[in-house]
């Protein structure tokens, strides 16, 4: 039997339960969390023994899956908690680093990183991108040099969520010549001498670790490389179709909150004597983003449809990453705009959104480079 | 939990099947007139018929009144289809026959009213029209001033409506009047109208500036009388009645302007590829190349969102947002698409011998018709509450 619905009644069973986790041991926090910059390890092990992590693997490595619908769950779900950063810390975790594990790992691989990372008991990254590379990246300049059974990697990373936090980074670096074919993944673990993690403040994300990496001739066994030497760039094109299509669902889930929560302010708040949200510009503008925002549920949830029946959906996912992370942050400019001067103090979580979702059109290549792909489908 | 497989169409290999037949119909029946009709500025009676052999009028109507017995995507399809030929006049005019005219006579209407014109609207020998809009109302249902008054078992309407498609040519007229004079959601009724009564006249054809093929005409109606057996559905129901087959309306309105989008992008696409600037394809500039990226971007979301509403309502819903929202994106789409094209296509694109220019034209209706724009905004908004 094939279903054209994406969520079944077990499926919004289980949405129930993670959204039951995030409004009682995430949301509370948040504010906490945002001032400390920073939320504790222990979320991740939480995460572990709620399944949350393990739903794209089978029960060999400890997951329930695979059930690609059930982790696009997660995603949504983790948004609301009210801290962007903590959605990406958890997100970075399990849809890039346990994620490349998996699926470019081997058997002994998976159990000596995937199975902790699971459990929400070793926390990982993914480090791609440099300070002259990002979707680039055919142009990444760290080396990774042969010397007998070690790599000895040298180079700089950049911009890597839980990079100053994680027990283990996949790392993207040459071990060949130019271009494409030259990239290999290695798995670095954080003790690892020669490796260091230098944190970076960002406009939003506060409480997600972001960070430099600096690989100083750091040798690392040769075991640690993830599938055959010189495959990385194509592991990294083929996941990175996962990590835009939860960007965009999470972006849809995201612009959601802030626009209902705007509306909630909106209708509080009055001026001229009623209600603003009653005056009709505000109405319209919020008839507008109510139905961009259903458009792009619409859109996204036609990608990951395509994606989990098994089809390229490298064009949808594409349409999906950059139009949703777009319309999410102009919701939350909108949201702002309404709030009027509340929407400027640093009290108002508005200006959360507003940070954190400026990084969606940003991150996990941009939306230039998404129109990119989406003119090269069609020949351009 | 495990993954059961999932389909990723929404339409079924029955529905692509019909798809190849109505588009292997459009392209040899209407597509070679289409530039013809719409200098005529009209299109021949004898296509409705023509569609109705091929069973195309009543794709979703059940078998006992003579239709397919197709859900509703069928007609989804149609639309789709029929605004491949390239002239929105003529797909317009067979929407308005399939289903904006004629799904209250199948829903509300008798055993009689059915033989008398649900079933020779489906076969294409009775052209249909809607009347709705008058001069001085149009979403604004409420308002409408035509009346009907009874008089003993008959009635007797006066009144004005205004851009009526098919009106000059229809034989029947599916009309709203208000029946109760005070005024209020439950003074209107339905009516079915032969449109060789006495007292119902065309007084303009009306020159619009795009929907060239299809007729557009002014009504007036000087003490018509009605049977009884006229009315259709209950007195005083009429609002509701015609607030449900709106609905219908703005959906397949809005499929046809996206899938007419669909086409103006794939016009532009192969321009971008063949019309050379400055040593290269147009295309391979990358503000043209992010610019058609964006507008197959934004008609994909588009469409799926008139999908969603479409499977909803298939599905016995009656998805009242969705389709409003699906009408304000999908109208507003259709429109940046067609301005997007002229743009690509340059000074070409302002040339009547183009025609982009007619997809720019056409198009404009959508984000007025079956409801404005700001329209649409105000049914949303409500249902959020506002």
Redesign the interface.
């Known amino acids: 039997m094939t279903r054209y619905e994406l969520f079944t009644e077990e499926h919004e069973a289980f949405r129930a339960s993670v959204k039951d986790f995030v409004q009682r041991e995430l949301a509370p926090h948040a504010q906490e969390w945002e001032e400390k910059k920073d939320f504790p390890r222990e979320i991740y092990e939480r995460c572990g023994e709620l399944g949350l992590f393990g739903l794209k693997y089978p029960e060999e490595y400890g997951g329930t899956g695979p059930d690609m619908i059930a982790d696009a769950v997660v995603n949504e779900e983790l948004t609301l908690c009210g801290a962007g950063g903590v959605a990406a810390g958890l997100g970075a975790h399990k849809d890039l680093g346990s994620y490349y594990i998996y699926r470019f790992g081997n058997q002994e691989q998976r159990k000596r990183w995937l199975v902790p990372g699971i459990q929400g008991k070793a926390i990982s990254a993914l480090a791609v991108t440099e300070p002259h590379a990002g979707s680039d990246v055919a142009a990444l300049k760290t080396k990774a040099v042969k010397d007998a059974d070690h790599y000895v990697i040298t180079g700089t990373k950049m911009f890597i969520t839980n990079g100053s936090k994680a027990d283990h980074v996949v790392v993207a670096a040459r071990t060949g010549g130019e271009g494409y074919k030259g990239v290999s993944l290695i798995v670095v673990e954080k003790d690892t001498p020669g490796f260091t993690a230098n944190r970076i403040a960002t406009v939003g994300w506060w409480t997600s670790h972001t960070a430099e990496l600096v690989f100083d001739e750091c040798r690392v066994p040769a075991e640690n490389m993830l599938g055959e030497e010189g495959s990385g760039f194509i592991s990294i094109m083929k996941n990175f179709q996962w990590e835009r299509i939860v960007m965009a669902l999470a972006a849809v889930r995201a612009a959601q909150k802030t626009l209902d929560d705007a509306i909630a302010y909106a209708q509080s708040r009055t001026a001229f004597g009623r209600p603003v949200a009653k005056f009709q510009t505000w109405r319209h503008r919020f008839a507008d983003l109510e139905t961009e925002i259903h458009a792009m549920r619409c859109l996204t949830y036609h990608a990951l449809r395509k994606m989990a029946a098994g089809e390229d959906a490298m064009r949808e996912v594409s349409m999906a990453k950059w139009m949703a992370c777009d319309l999410d942050w102009r919701v939350a400019d909108e949201a702002l705009q309404v709030h009027g001067g509340y929407g400027y103090m640093m009290e108002f979580p508005v200006q959360r959104a507003w940070r954190d979702s400026r990084l969606g059109p940003i991150g996990g290549g941009t939306t230039e480079i998404m129109k990119e792909i989406i003119a090269r489908t069609y020949g351009l | ?10 339409f079924t290999e029955e529905h692509d099947a019909l798809r190849a037949s109505i588009r292997a119909f459009v392209e040899k029946e209407l597509t070679p007139h289409a530039e013809e009709w719409e200098a005529a500025g009209n299109f021949p009676d004898d296509v409705f018929p023509k569609l109705g052999k091929n069973g195309f009028l009543g794709l979703s109507y059940p078998q006992e009144v003579g239709g397919q017995g197709g859900d509703y995507l069928s007609t989804l399809v149609l639309k789709e289809e029929m605004a491949r030929c390239g002239s929105g006049g003529l797909a317009m005019a067979v929407a308005v026959q399939t289903d904006m005219a004629t799904p209250p006579i199948h829903k509300f209407g008798t055993k009689e009213q059915v033989d008398e014109y649900l079933k020779p609207a489906i076969q294409g020998t009775k052209i249909a029209c809607l009347g709705i809009t008058e001069p001085d109302a149009g979403s604004d249902v409420a308002n409408i001033q035509t009346t009907g008054v009874k008089d003993g078992s008959d009635w007797v309407i006066n009144g004005r409506k205004i851009f009526i498609t098919n009106g000059c040519r229809a034989h029947f007229c599916t009309l709203v009047v208000r029946t109760d004079q005070p005024s209020g959601y439950n003074g209107f009724s339905l009516f079915l109208v032969p449109t060789d009564t006495p007292g119902w006249q065309v007084t303009r054809r009306l020159d619009k500036l795009g929907m060239h093929s299809s007729d557009t005409a002014e009504i007036v109606m000087e003490d018509m009388r009605l049977p009884a057996g006229a009315l259709l559905g209950e007195e005083g129901k009429g609002f509701q009645q015609i607030m449900w087959e709106l609905q219908g309306e703005r959906l397949v309105g809005v499929a046809g302007s996206i899938a007419g989008a669909q086409l103006t992008f794939e016009r532009c ?1 192969a321009y ?2 063949e019309r050379t600037t400055f040593g290269k394809p147009i ?2 500039h990358q503000v ?3 610019k ?3 507008m ?3 008609i ?3 469409r ?2 008139v ?2 509403a479409a ?1 909803k309502f298939n599905n016995g819903a009656y998805p009242v947002k ?1 389709i409003s ?1 699906a009408k ?2 999908g109208a507003q789409v259709a429109c940046r698409v067609a301005n997007e094209a002229m743009q690509i296509f340059g000074g070409a694109s302002y040339m009547m011998e183009v025609p982009i220019q007619r997809g720019w034209r056409d198009s404009r209706l959508i984000r007025i018709g079956g409801g404005t724009d ?1 329209v ?3 049914i ?2 409500k249902l ?3």
């Open positions: 939990m495990s993954q059961t497989e999932i389909r990723s169409s929404f696409l971008a590829h295309g391979k043209i190349a992010h058609l990226a964006t197959a971007s934004e994909e979301a588009a799926r969102l999908y969603d499977w969705e929202m304000l994106y700001e649409m905004r105000e949303i908004a959020k509450g506002l």
